[in-house]
T-cell receptor, first 115, second 113 residues
Framework: QKEVEQDPGPLSVPEGAIVSLNCTYS??????FMWYRQYSRKGPELLMY????GNKEDGRFTAQVDKSSKYISLFIRDSQPSDSATYLC???????????????FGQGTILTVHP | KAGVTQTPRYLIKTRGQQVTLSCSPI?????VSWYQQTPGQGLQFLFE???????NKGNFPGRFSGRQFSNSRSEMNVSTLELGDSALYLC????????????FGNGTRLTVT
């Protein structure tokens, strides 16, 4: 079983829709959670970085963390065609732990927003 | 502020050869990490360097090695290339001392024929 599971999709939505992307994890040592967006032929771009359980909002993006359920989500409101990309969840442990120095990624979800 | 710079962007090598990839981190960042991205395995951690010392290592064979210089720039070397080494190699940098996030470069696309 992989430490991080992410639905690979693909996910296709109309412009303006609310998109929900999700990851589950099994390693309790994971304490820091990130969402990256990756366009074709580009490196991953950091979208959100969270630590605490709860919600964090940045513009049209909301990251949600539920450590008790080992579940994280990314919501995209008013989705745009420019949001079409692969979305990757990533996580790591606390400083000093063995899982701090590396990110463990989900497989990525391919999102297409059509006009 | 300039981002993470990786060179070259594309490489084509033959089985058995070796290759060196280069990464320049964001100014002020002292940690550099390397990841391999393939369609089948996704993003997998290779190793992390901080202040010229390897701080973490992933589960890759010894053919994969790296180093970091005093200016925080890093190189990754793969010896005796195999077809399965074809991948996008990504470098990421961070401040490294706190819980700062990682920022990635656009990668080097390595094709082994």
């Amino acid at each position: 079983q992989k430490e991080v599971e992410q639905d690979p999709g693909p996910l296709s939505v109309p412009e303006g829709a609310i998109v929900s992307l999700n990851c589950t994890y099994s390693n309790s040592a994971f304490q820091y959670f990130m969402w990256y967006r990756q366009y074709s032929r580009k490196g991953p771009e950091l979208l959100m970085y969270t630590y605490s359980s709860g919600n964090k909002e940045d513009g049209r993006f909301t990251a949600q963390v539920d450590k008790s359920s080992k579940y994280i989500s990314l919501f995209i409101r008013d989705s745009q065609p420019s949001d079409s990309a692969t979305y990757l969840c990533a996580m790591r442990g606390s400083p000093g732990g063995t899982s701090y120095g590396k990110l463990t990624f989900g497989q990525g979800t391919i999102l297409t927003v059509h006009p | 502020k300039a981002g993470v710079t990786q060179t070259p962007r594309y490489l084509i090598k033959t089985r058995g050869q070796q290759v060196t990839l280069s990464c320049s981190p964001i100014s002020g960042h002292r940690s550099v990490s390397w990841y391999q991205q393939t369609p089948g395995q996704g993003l997998q951690f290779l190793f992390e360097y901080f202040s010229e010392t390897q701080r973490n290592k992933g589960n890759f064979p010894g053919r994969f090695s790296g180093r970091q210089f005093s200016n925080s720039r890093s190189e990754m070397n793969v010896s005796t290339l195999e077809l399965g080494d074809s991948a996008l190699y990504l470098c990421a940098s961070s401040r490294g001392r706190d819980n700062s996030p990682l920022h990635f470069g656009n990668g080097t696309r390595l094709t082994v024929t």
